[in-house]
């Protein structure tokens, strides 16, 4: 069974940074592109970052784009976020996501981040 643990959320001052982890168990690492969502209350879950399954294309929503960074460690099984400049509106539940065709099939529990003013 695939699963997906994330890690590294918490409270951060706004400006700040936060890197979040998503360790995979299960399946094969390498064939599932991966990506990171967030949800804040009372919104819908909304996409934030994606990396292919090589790591060679990364694509990003407008608003975190030049403050975000998606990257992956195949040997280690693991896909991190790195949040810099961050602001309040990143506020979050985050969640990683798996994919090995078109739909995300696989979620972690998801880890809050919380930016103050």
């Known amino acids: 069974q695939v699963q997906l643990v994330e890690s590294g959320g918490g409270l951060v001052q706004a400006g700040g940074s936060l890197r979040l982890s998503c360790a995979v168990s299960g399946g094969t690492f390498a064939s599932f592109a991966m990506a990171w969502f967030r949800q804040a209350p009372g919104k819908e879950r909304e996409f934030v970052a994606t990396i292919s399954r090589l790591g060679r294309s990364t694509d990003y929503r407008d608003s975190v784009k030049g403050r975000f960074t998606i990257s992956r460690d195949n040997a280690k099984n693991l896909v991190y976020l790195q949040m810099n400049s961050l602001k309040p509106e990143d506020t979050a539940v985050y969640y990683c996501?798996?994919?090995?065709?078109?739909?995300?099939?696989?979620w972690g529990q998801g880890t809050q981040v919380t930016v103050s003013s």
């Open positions: 996501g798996a994919r090995a065709t078109y739909n995300y099939d696989y």
